[in-house]
């Protein structure tokens, strides 16, 4: 292997054909643990899983690129770059392990996305920033989509990504007149799953950690449904026909179903109220459309106490069927 060329940065052709196949007769990482020069490195070097994690990756780009005709390959070979890049960055540390296996899964997952049907041009880009605000130490890390597909005005879908995206983060900066004996770090953490319901549709899962103080930090997730044809946001009720009985029967399943969690898990009675539901069920953000099933997400607190966490509600598509518009975004 070339000296300049370090694991998962080599070129499309040179990991496929050069460290990855070695790599796996070895059982290492995919690329040579004799040679590691960066605190990642090493640190993957020393863990059996993080070094499968590694070459599950590695396989996955590989195969992915190989199959991949320009420009689609060229944008995968950047992305896979610039996630390399942003990995060494922000898995630092004394929680370098436990970041890096968090990537690692993530972006197992999206490489396979990324092969299901046309490549999207979907690009992972990312905020890594670290420091201090007298005693108070913060730590940023936060991922988000980038539609990138040439035929397609994708600038106020991207625009909303990333402004979230900047605007979560400066958040959980530490104000300058923070008091100076506050000895803790602040941190924020997002990613992002992707999922392919339709042939011309991707559905967006964010998920957010954020920790600025007090008892505990707080996670929750919302999911963004895009219709590749247009590049833009699809409301929930663009998947069904015309007429509110798709959500009239979405609802009722719902509530059924909540009612059933909150027997082991208990959550708040007046959650299930019609009026406080519907509330809830008109939130956009709450409808991950994922290949087989609708999942309804509710957040810590939007149902049930802190200490019952989230709930999901999943709906497999059978039970729609006769209300999915056959020329919406969930079309086949």
């Known amino acids: 292997m070339a ?16 460290a990855v196949a070695p790599a796996f007769a070895q059982g290492g990482p995919s690329f040579d643990c004799a040679k590691a020069a960066t605190p990642v490195e090493r640190t993957i070097c020393k863990s059996p899983e993080l070094a499968k994690a590694d070459r599950d990756v590695a396989a996955a780009y590989a195969a992915l690129v190989a199959k991949l005709a320009a420009p689609a390959k060229d944008h995968l070979t950047k992305d896979q770059q610039r996630w390399v ?10 929680d370098a392990a436990t970041c890096l296996k968090s990537r690692y899964d993530s972006r197992l997952a999206l490489l396979k996305q990324f092969g299901v049907g046309a490549y999207p041009f ?30 397609v005005n994708f600038t106020a879908l991207n625009a909303k990504f ?11 900066v530490p104000a300058a007149d923070i008091g100076g004996d506050i000895d803790q770090t602040w941190s924020y953490e997002q990613n992002f799953s992707l999922y392919r319901p339709g042939s011309a549709a991707v559905s967006v899962e964010m998920n957010l950690y954020t920790f600025t103080g007090g008892a505990h930090g707080n996670g929750s997730t919302y999911a963004v449904l895009v219709d590749l044809r247009t ?57 991950l459309f994922k290949p087989d099933a609708l999942e309804i997400i509710f957040n810590q607190y939007d149902v049930g106490p802190y200490s019952s966490g989230s709930y999901q509600v999943t709906i497999p598509y059978s039970r729609l069927r006769s209300l999915i518009r056959p020329d919406g975004p969930l079309s086949r």
């Not at 000296?3 to 050069?18: F, I, N, R």
């Not at 890049?85 to 004394?94: L, V």
């Not at 833009?232 to 009722?252: C, D, H, N, Q």
């Not at 179903?257 to 539901?277: I, R, S, W």
Request: aromatic content about 6%; overall charge neutral.
């Open 3 to 18: 000296s300049d060329v370090k694991g998962l940065l080599a070129s499309a052709a040179l990991l496929a054909v050069v």
């Open 122 to 151: 979907i690009s992972e880009q990312a905020i890594v920033r670290a420091g201090k605000v007298k005693a108070t130490g913060y730590r940023i890390d936060a991922s988000y989509p980038q539609f990138d597909g040439p035929s």
């Open 162 to 172: 990333a402004d979230t995206t900047k605007e979560a983060a400066r958040e959980s």
């Open 231 to 287: 590049g833009r946001e699809s409301k929930p009720e663009s998947a069904f026909i015309a007429g509110g009985e798709w959500l009239r029967t979405v609802t009722a399943i719902v509530a059924a179903d909540l009612k059933k969690q909150f027997v082991t898990n208990p959550g708040f009675d007046d959650a299930l109220e019609p009026a406080k539901l519907a509330e809830l069920m008109a939130e956009p953000g709450r409808y």
């Open 85 to 94: 890049g942003n990995r060494n960055r922000a898995c630092t540390g004394e």
